[in-house]
């Protein structure tokens, strides 16, 4: 096991000249290239930039709250070096001219980007095998998935390749591959983080957000990313508290609720089942009252969000057209429709083309307002049901995916079965809320597989699910397991 | 079969108008909303429509839109949003305009203009929005070379456009124009938009039909055609009157009523030509913008507005002449631009006449503003001095002719007491009779001979002799010369 491995462990042990920065990210730089062949995390290694970046740190030219840590950075956010793929074939050779918000505050924090990480392609997935260039591997066992569509990121933290690492959260994108990978995932309230520079999949849905392998990693990483930003008309400008401040500071008088709904939910794997029962059982022990709370429109999330999602997504990815940049066919066209028709043909893959189809349906006059409409109305009664669960408990605790990881190909033919594994995390999105995905145990056998608890909390509760998240942490050794890597 | 005759008419027009806004900065970005310079030098990252960026709204502009909503006499919504129009076209770079669908910043005004029968016509207002504009699609290189490809020119992508839209209420092609014209001067009046038509920074869509009553008495509609995209006054009065003809003809060879369509025009056929049929209409699949943020205009916003725009011209025009007393033609010409109102208004509050100041301003100003090629409003004077000048002619200090005109002139470059420039100049004048008489007195001695020629007469005589005193004595006041000239010479 890697020494240092933690983010907070890792900034320590710059901060007491335990380890120089050049060191950590050799480290880190020559654990990518030792796993990178199993696990095929990363669309992009950025080794001598990383190199250059740790020196400037070891040199005191960098300084910052991240000074010197190894981060890996989902291929979806702009840099202005590198390429920024998204993991598709239409922006295989992109090259942003700019740094995404995000990118700028991790920088200008001094964190050291050691590559850009591969998901499913545009983000549209749940286990990172929609993506043009390679399937990642989960650590735990490189015969399943890591998740989605943030595998790349979950994939290369846990295993090592970076001490934190950043992805975005659609519809569980953060959540999901940090329960597969055994790791914390945290999507933040919708406007808390900026979104300028990340690839729009779907503008009213998409967040920023860490993977940590600890809970004060995760709050580390927020108190870097956080905050409003003028580019972006959707941040919000409130003050973005200290969420390392009082993380050890246990929640008096907790109230967790369990959504009635949830419990009848069917296709919850029965060893996740006991996982997330233990872990209530766990709160009860911390002192915390378990309440009843009720989210009666949760069956129609799943069918909102793939009306919503798709619909903005359509129109977020009308720009690759192989005009101005991206993929353009080499077949010889008559006219602009077809080169637009063969460019977007060639460039896309297929969940990509699928989703942008039943988005321009969904859009169509004499459909939108059948669709469109009655999925936002939908948005609406979503959100006034967790306004009702939230006056009741402080978070919601419930499994982050139903299943614990599943086997590479296993799901790929079927996409309703993919979309399902997004049943606890889509309304988190829809409403606007924030989650938390923290391990929670692990299944039997051989090759044991992680098992994520996640806690949903209203908007801009971050601080207090983190502190929620510390408590069950603090009392469980499941943070401390690492994936059996050679 | 009786022929189709056509008894009588009766045409209807609607406008579509795209009002380029003159902000600093683009619709949705900070990029500079400039003109001109090398192809896509005007833009950036958001103009260009890159991955990951984020529109963010230009407050100005929509300010801007609101000052013409309220001049337009337009409800101002509380709430409105954006929304995007999705259409793939290579001038617009993320395929998709933001716009605005359903809830239209203006609504419901009315704009009154000088009809052509001499009559006030009344157009109503259906909204004004606001979106960004397109770039443009070259198919020649930059200098006129011909090239086997077309260019993307994206400048003007990402310019705030306030579309205007009015009900079918206009009813010639002469009406059309001035409707067109008279929007012209009102965004200019606001500010808001520069309005020069060669540049294209307004853009006019006649939507065109007629109702032909056969000589049965029974009425035939024909299909409404929109012509795109025409940009001067005179070529939209004859594209409207070419479309009407076409029409009427149409349906007088054939019976056909025509279909719902766009049509183009061709300027050196003078003609318009189709285009095409609006049932191949696109589908914009419009949504509201989840990158963009509604917009509350309050109570609050709205006052500040208004009492930016200050007095509309038509009251300024009904004042000029009601409280002022300045002639109709005059009045015109002041009310008609902002600055120059001001500029009057201001030099009347600083105690001049208003019809001294009128004067110095359409006599000497609009010479000096046409020899300069400046528009009026741009002669940078100050009121205060104009109304120093003012007063200086009203004491007879100085001549209301050349001299004030050269001493307005110094004002616009100058900031200093008219007096003390008329001094240095020279042109202070003196009305003191004692000087006067003695040059009177002077000359009489000097001239018996036109002395005898204005008693025998003629009185033609005066002008010479006055023309004399002011020569030989500099800086006398003619009409006192005149006035004591007439007085002595009466008494001999």
């Not at chain 1, 086997?407 to 049943?423: H, I, T």
């Not at chain 2, 609101?66 to 929304?83: E, F, M, S, Y």
């Amino acid at each position: 096991m890697p020494e240092f491995d933690t983010l907070i462990s890792a900034r320590d042990a710059i901060r007491s000249k335990q380890v120089s920065a050049v060191e950590l990210t050799r480290r880190a730089l020559e654990r990518i290239a030792q796993l990178e062949p199993r696990i095929q995390a990363f669309n992009s290694v950025a080794d001598e930039r990383a190199m250059g970046r740790a020196k400037a740190v070891d040199a005191g030219e960098i300084t910052g709250a991240l000074a010197g840590m190894p981060i890996a950075l989902k291929d979806n956010l702009c840099t202005s070096w590198g390429t920024t793929t998204c993991s598709s074939k239409m922006l295989e050779n992109f090259r942003a001219p700019y740094d995404a918000t995000v990118v700028k505050k991790l920088e200008a924090a001094g964190a050291v980007i050691v590559g850009k990480t591969n998901l499913d392609e545009f983000a549209m997935g749940s286990s990172t095998e929609n993506s043009a260039f390679k399937t990642t591997r989960n650590p735990w066992d490189t015969d399943r998935v890591p998740g989605g569509s943030s595998g790349g990121s979950a994939a290369a933290l846990a295993a090592g390749m970076c001490v934190a690492s950043i992805g975005s959260d659609t519809g569980g994108s953060i959540r999901q591959p940090a329960a597969l990978c055994g790791l914390v995932g945290l999507k933040p309230t919708y406007g808390r983080v900026s979104r300028y520079g990340l690839v729009a999949f779907a503008s009213s849905l998409d967040q920023v957000g860490p993977f940590g392998r600890t809970v004060a990693d995760t709050a580390l990483m927020m108190n870097v990313i956080s905050g409003h930003d003028r580019k972006d008309s959707t941040s919000v400008p409130s003050a973005v508290p200290d969420y390392l401040a009082d993380l050890e500071t246990p929640l008096k008088g907790l109230r967790l609720g369990i959504v009635k709904e949830y419990d009848l939910a069917s296709g919850i794997d029965p060893e996740v089942k006991r996982a997330v029962d233990a872990a209530v059982a766990m709160y009860k022990q911390l002192g915390a009252t378990i309440v009843d709370v009720s989210l009666p429109t949760t069956p129609y999330g799943i069918a909102a969000y793939y009306v919503i999602a798709p619909c903005e997504a359509s129109s977020n990815l009308a720009r690759y057209d192989g005009v101005h940049f991206g993929h353009r066919t080499k077949e010889p066209v008559n006219d602009i429709i077809e080169l637009f028709s063969k460019s977007r043909a060639e460039g896309f893959g297929e969940e990509v083309q699928r989703r942008i189809m039943i988005g321009t349906y969904a859009l169509s006059s004499g459909y939108y307002d059948a669709y469109y409409v009655r999925a936002l109305q939908l948005r609406t009664l979503i959100r006034r049901d967790f306004d009702n669960a939230f006056s009741q408990c402080d978070a919601i605790v419930c499994p982050t995916s139903p299943i614990p990881a599943f086997k590479a190909g296993e799901k790929s033919g079927d996409p309703l079965q993919m979309y399902l594994c997004d049943v606890f995390t889509v309304t988190c999105n829809i409403a606007g809320i924030a989650g938390i995905s923290i391990p929670c145990g692990f299944t039997a056998g051989e090759k044991p597989l992680p098992i994520g608890l996640q806690l949903l909390g209203p908007n801009f509760s971050e601080e207090k699910l983190l502190r929620i998240a510390r408590m069950y942490e603090a009392a469980t050794e499941w943070h401390t397991r690492r994936a059996p890597l050679a | 079969m009786a022929a189709r005759v056509c008894k009588s008419y009766k045409v209807l027009v609607g406008m579509e108008i795209h009002v380029q806004l003159a902000t600093h900065s683009k619709m949705f970005t900070g990029a500079a909303n400039g003109f001109g310079g090398e192809p896509n030098s005007q833009v950036d990252e958001v103009v260009l429509g890159l991955p990951g960026t984020l529109p963010v709204m230009n407050k100005r502009a929509v300010e801007y839109s609101i000052k013409v909503g309220l001049a337009l006499g337009c409800q101002i919504a509380k709430h409105t949003k954006w929304d995007r129009k999705s259409y793939y076209y290579p001038d617009l770079p993320k395929n998709y305009q933001i716009s605005q669908y359903d809830l239209p910043l203006c609504y419901e005004g009315e704009f009154t203009i000088a009809g052509e029968d001499g009559q006030p016509k009344t157009v109503r207002i259906r909204r004004a929005h606001l979106e960004e504009d397109a770039g443009k699609l070259m198919h020649e290189a930059p200098g006129g070379y011909a090239i086997d490809h077309s260019i993307v020119d994206l400048n003007r992508a990402g310019t705030p456009l306030l579309e205007i839209v009015t009900e079918p209420d206009l009813s010639s092609p002469k009406d059309v124009a001035t409707f067109g014209q008279e929007l012209q001067k009102l965004v200019q009046f606001l500010g808001v938009s520069e309005a020069q038509m060669q540049m294209g920074h307004m853009r006019f869509e006649p939507n065109i039909n007629v109702h032909i009553t056969d000589q049965d008495g029974i009425v035939h509609k024909t299909a409404i055609t929109e012509i795109k995209n025409l940009n001067s006054f005179s070529v939209l009065e004859r594209a409207t009157a070419f479309e009407i003809a076409r029409q009427l003809r149409e349906w007088e060879e054939t019976g056909s009523l025509g279909k719902k369509s766009t049509y183009g025009w061709d300027e050196a056929s003078g003609s318009t030509f189709f285009q095409r049929f609006k049932e191949d209409a696109h589908e914009y699949r419009y949504f509201p913008d989840p990158d963009l943020v509604p917009v509350e205009v309050d109570d609050a916003w709205l006052a500040t507005l208004k009492a930016e725009i200050g007095e509309m011209p038509a009251a300024r025009l009904k004042r000029y002449i009601e409280a002022l007393g300045l002639p109709l033609a005059d009045a015109t010409l002041l009310a008609g631009d902002h600055a120059t109102g001001q500029l009057l208004d201001g030099a009347v509050a600083a105690g001049a006449s208003a019809k001294r100041v009128a004067n110095l301003i359409l006599s000497h100003g609009r010479r000096i503003a046409n020899e300069r090629a400046l528009p009026l409003g741009r002669l940078n004077l100050k009121p205060g001095r104009l109304a120093e000048l003012a007063r200086l002619i009203d004491e007879n200090k100085i001549a209301a002719a050349e001299p004030a005109g050269k001493v307005l002139e110094r004002l616009m470059e100058q900031d200093a007491p008219a007096e003390q420039i008329a001094t240095e100049l020279g042109l202070i004048q003196s009305s003191d009779t004692g000087p006067i008489d003695a040059a009177i007195d002077a000359l009489i001695a000097q001239n018996p001979k036109s002395l005898q020629d204005y008693r025998g007469g003629k009185q033609a005589a005066l002008g010479a002799l006055v023309g004399m005193i002011m020569k030989g004595g500099k800086g006398l006041n003619a009409k006192v010369v005149q006035e004591r000239l007439r007085e002595k010479l009466g008494q001999g």
